[in-house]
């Protein structure tokens, strides 16, 4: 008898197979590798970094003082504010915010706008430096030098107003006024100005406007870093005599009561600057004035010895 035959037995079916481990971590930029920075390295840029917190908590200080409008406060807001010049001669990240700074608070201390000025224009020089060796590759030190170049009309416009209120004021003042024009007038070296800017900058004279736009205009231009500065120089320059006319002359004639014969020839610069062109753009204006205004010409007549009129002059008058 042929036996039954066995059912098939269930085969059980594999699982699926188990996820393969994952691979090591590795680094995304193989090549990358990070620098071995030597032990002076090490301790400047945490030199730095305690630069900047000291700045900061200088900043913060002057803000709260402010802020308190409170007048027991003077003295803190005062030591605050000297510290913030002497972050002056940090690294170029704090320089960068202090160009900023000193100036914008320079009214809370007038006593030190002297020390202002001259920190300012330390910072712009040191940038300058480094934009000439074509070491500017993040343009900070172009910002710094710009922002000192703004700043010093700025100290100079508070130290105008702040002069009547003593006259230890004063002589800071007349100061500030000596070492800003001086260092403005010796960056051009003896050039005219009106070769650097066009004649129309002249129009920051009725417009603050203009000043404002002007300035991002000659920063945003595409020429080298070096002829916007010389351009922003000249711009201040103009915008210091404006607002300042007064302090400004004072300076001048200050130039020409200086033994050094330097004294004298910077005094005739300035001046020769600042009104030659505003001379012949005074007349020009009052000629083009008087070509559109009406006239009525009247002949004036006068009885000569004959009984005969005699016409001798014609005139014109205005409206």
Known sequence: MATAEQPLKKRKLPGPLPEPPPPPLQVINESFVA???????????RRNREEIRSMYDCYK??????????????????????????????????QRIVADLIPRYASYCPTALEAAAKVTINMHNWSLA????????????????????????????????????????????????????????????????????????LKIQDSSELFSELKQNFSDEDESALFKLSKLRALCLLRIFFCCPASSLAACFEFFNSTAPEGALKGRYFL??????????????????????????????ETG??????????????W
């Open 35 to 45: 620098p071995n920075l030597s032990q002076d390295e090490i301790i400047r840029r």
């Open 61 to 94: 200080r002057i803000k709260f003082c402010v802020s308190q409008k409170d007048a027991r406060l003077m003295a803190d807001l005062e030591q605050a504010y000297l510290s913030l010049i002497t972050a002056s001669r940090g690294c170029t990240s704090v």
């Open 130 to 201: 480094v934009i000439s060796r074509g070491e500017d590759t993040d343009d900070v030190a172009f910002g710094t030098a710009t922002a000192c170049i703004v700043g010093l009309a700025d100290i100079c416009h508070t130290a105008s107003k702040e002069a009547p209120t003593s006259s230890v004021i004063q002589g800071i003042c007349s100061a500030v006024f000596l070492n800003v024009l001086t260092f403005l007038i010796s960056s051009f070296d003896g050039k005219d100005i009106f070769q650097i800017v066009d004649i129309e900058t």
């Open 272 to 301: 020769g600057q600042v009104t030659s062109r505003l001379y012949t753009d005074n007349v020009a204006h009052d000629l083009d004035n008087i070509r559109n205004e009406p006239k009525l010409s009247t002949a004036v007549s």
């Open 305 to 318: 010895a004959e009984g005969k009129d005699i016409v001798y002059r014609e005139t014109s008058l205005r």
